[in-house]
């Protein structure tokens, strides 16, 4: 299994390795899923990024976990019940598997909105994506033994691109395009 606690220069598989885990996860949810999107920064073409595939599944009824855990447990994944983000219930893969993040997030909710906003905002701003993956680069030299560490560091820029995001949003109307699956 290769090493995925570092950053890998962007590559144009992330997006067929998001395809291939979620069509099942589609297939077993179904209507329950109301998006299921690649998130993160390995859905951003030319983005520099741990190699760790990002999904996030919608759905309308988030408060019942019985409502999609079997299904989602059914594809490969367990759920991390440890998980302190209220915003989201998350799941990871089996071990032995490629690592792979599944984030649930309520349909229409600041969380669900805020990670698409910050990938489509990246996906258009080349400028931005390139201070990021730098940014990144820099965290993940000074902290690879640190993991909680790295992920605090990007705070700051993190919400340095939601502001810009945020305006941006609002000069051209934004909103979410149809789910990736």
């Not at 059914?74 to 759920?79: E, Y």
């Not at 993040?101 to 909105?113: A, K, L």
Request: glycine residues 6%.
């Amino acid at each position: 299994m290769e090493d995925q606690w570092r950053i890998a220069a962007y590559n144009p598989a992330w997006r067929h390795l998001f395809l291939e885990t979620a069509m099942p996860l589609r297939e077993a949810l179904g209507e329950k899923a109301v998006r299921i999107d690649h998130v993160g920064s390995t859905s951003i073409m030319g983005m520099d990024a741990k190699p760790i595939i990002d999904i996030q599944i919608s759905v309308s009824n988030y408060e019942d976990l019985s409502n999609y855990k079997r299904e989602i447990e059914a594809v490969g994944f367990v759920f991390r019940e440890e998980n302190p983000d209220k915003t989201k219930r998350y799941f990871r893969e089996v071990p032995g598997s490629r690592r792979t993040h599944v984030h649930v997030r309520q349909t229409g909710s600041f969380s669900e909105q805020m990670n698409l906003l910050f990938r489509d905002y990246l996906r258009e701003h080349p400028e931005d994506r390139t201070k990021y993956a730098e940014e990144k680069h820099r965290l993940m030299a000074l902290y690879q033994d640190l993991r909680q560490k790295y992920v605090e560091g990007k705070g700051p820029m993190v919400w340095s691109i939601l502001e810009k995001a945020h305006v941006w949003s609002q000069e051209i109307g934004w909103h979410p395009g149809k789910s990736d699956v």
